[in-house]
């Protein structure tokens, strides 16, 4: 599994990857509501997805709003977001691409072919913050920060299994987005949690030598 991989991938729509969408066209009525709601709904979640994967607050915000704007930029592509499979954990396939992008590539300004997807503040934006953010992102960061702290120093490829797997994305899901095998799923989740058993044992350990 190559995350940083920036080129196209199996299941992955017609004129997506490194070369950019296709030419803009303003998106159906039709597509435009169903992916608003996606947005709605998952954007929260595609945040709290890459900071259980280990990134910092606004790196994840960084990386979901780039993965969304790709998202929104297939709508304009006639019949590309239609053909997008199992979008949930397509988006946060790309969302973690795009974290694992060079340090320099990030918070690169975008251009938008048609700028009004609501939520997203861009440099010479007349938008806001994210319409989605009901999430407390420091009430996220203490509920993650256990998991983070034991995945620190875990392949990434036990650490993006996890994160799926916490999800809730069946292991045939993991396997499909991330190019593996369900095996090797099975596999990379028996890995991490041993890892999280050995976390929570040396935590309680930890904690009862303080109590003392």
């Known amino acids: 599994m190559r995350p ?3 080129g196209p991938r199996h299941g992955d729509p017609p ?12 998106a159906p009525e039709a597509t435009r509501s169903a ?9 929260d979640g595609v945040i709290a997805f890459l900071m259980k994967y280990g990134a910092i607050s606004q790196d994840a ?8 704007v790709d998202a929104w930029t297939l709508t304009m592509q006639p019949g590309a977001w239609e053909k997008v499979s199992q ?22 300004v975008r251009g938008f072919p048609v700028p009004d997807l609501p939520g997203f503040h861009t440099p010479g934006s007349r938008y806001g913050p994210p319409a ?3 999430i407390d992102h420091g009430e996220l960061t203490v509920q993650t920060e256990f998991v983070r702290s034991i995945l620190r120093d875990v392949a990434p490829d036990i650490r993006a299994v ?4 916490m999800d809730g994305f069946s292991s045939a899901e993991i396997a499909y987005h991330l190019h593996i095998t369900d095996q090797q799923v099975r596999d990379l989740i028996k890995k991490g949690r041993r ?12 904690d009862g030598r303080r109590a003392r």
Do not use: M, N
């Open 195 to 206: 890892t999280l058993r050995a976390g929570l044992v040396a935590l309680r350990d930890s």
């Open 61 to 68: 915000e960084d990386a979901a709003q780039d993965a969304f």
């Open 132 to 134: 989605a953010g009901s």
């Open 15 to 26: 004129g997506h990857g490194a070369a950019g969408p296709a030419t803009a066209h303003f």
């Open 87 to 108: 979008p949930r954990g397509w988006i946060r396939k790309v969302a973690l691409r795009k974290y694992h992008r060079p340090a320099g590539r990030r918070k690169q």
């Open 35 to 43: 992916f608003l709601d996606f947005f709605q709904c998952e954007y």
């Open 4 to 6: 940083d991989d920036p």
């Open 162 to 165: 996890l994160v799926f797997h």
